[in-house]
């Protein structure tokens, strides 16, 4: 059982930051990558920004290239996403997702797991 815990959504001011912070934890022997989405409403749920461990590559979608930056920190199993200069247009539901390798024998290791998704709400 692998979980993702998020925090640090909200409501800001446009022009304001956000700090959002997604823990993993459980049966993990490996993060293979770790990064965010966001889904508006009546819109599809789209990439913001990626870290492939593995690759050792970062991703980030082009609207919050230079205004989002993200981090982790391998010894807690944390992925943070600094989002700057917030616009109205970045309102939504901001879901953590981890790519794992568990701790187990099993061939079956690989696991795909999402957070419960944090609201941020930025305002004109």
């Known amino acids: 059982q692998v979980r993702l815990v998020e925090s640090g959504g909200g409501s800001v001011q446009s022009g304001r930051s956000l700090r959002l912070s997604c823990r993993a934890s459980?049966?993990?022997?490996?993060?293979?990558?770790m990064g965010w989405y966001r889904q508006a409403p009546g819109k599809e749920r789209e990439l913001v920004a990626y870290a492939h461990h593995s690759a050792g590559e970062i991703e980030y979608i082009d609207s919050v290239k230079g205004r989002f930056t993200i981090s982790d920190d391998s010894s807690k199993r944390t992925v943070y996403l600094q989002m700057d200069s917030l616009k109205p247009e970045d309102t939504a539901v901001y879901y953590c997702?981890?790519?794992?390798?568990?701790?187990?024998?099993?061939?079956?290791?690989?696991?795909?797991?999402w957070g419960q998704g944090t609201q941020v709400t930025v305002a004109s």
């Open positions: 459980g049966n993990i022997f490996k993060v293979n990558g």
């Open positions: 997702n981890a790519q794992v390798t568990l701790l187990t024998l099993s061939l079956d290791k690989y696991r795909e797991v």
